[in-house]
């Protein structure tokens, strides 16, 4: 879920969520589970969350969320050249591999050559790739 993966990202837990939403703990909790959906709660809820988050109301709803479930698809079914390399660098990263920047550069050179030189993935999906494990502090 969307709310989800935002926690992650921003390394918050669902109960300092909800206190910075001042929305109650159980609400939240529900709204994770999947027990209440996310687009039947009140538009204060949303907003609430929304803006604890640092996201627009929209992302938070179905239009979000299909945003959402499209990016994740976006590592997968790639060309097997990518995936290797998409794959050898989570590794890398995993382990702490003496070898990251050369993992780093394989999977910018990949994402470079399915854009551009073989045209098999969009400059979206291009963009999400080197945001998600290149540019946003992966390396860190």
């Known amino acids: 879920m969307i709310i989800e993966d935002l926690l992650k990202r921003r ?10 939403a001042d929305i109650s ?11 209440t959906r996310l687009e039947k709660c009140s538009a ?3 907003y609430k969350l929304a803006k604890a988050l640092g996201v627009s109301m929209e992302l938070l709803t179905e239009g979000g969320i299909k945003r959402a479930e499209r990016e994740r698809s976006y590592e997968y079914n790639l060309p097997g050249y990518l995936q290797h ?15 990251l920047d050369c993992l780093w550069g394989e999977l ?9 030189n073989d045209q098999i993935i969009t400059p979206e999906h291009a963009d999400y790739l080197r945001q998600k494990y290149l540019w946003k502090g992966a390396r860190a």
């Not at 390394?11 to 910075?20: G, Q």
């Not at 390399?85 to 070898?99: H, I, R, T, V, W």
């Not at 910018?108 to 551009?116: D, K, V």
């Open 108 to 116: 910018y050179g990949s994402i470079n050559a399915a854009q551009i």
């Open 85 to 99: 390399d998409l794959d050898a660098y989570k590794d890398g990263l995993k382990s702490g591999s003496d070898l």
């Open 11 to 20: 390394e918050v837990t669902k109960y300092r969520l909800a206190t910075e």
């Open 25 to 35: 703990h159980a609400t939240l909790s529900e709204i994770c589970s999947g027990k």
């Open 44 to 46: 204060e809820t949303v």
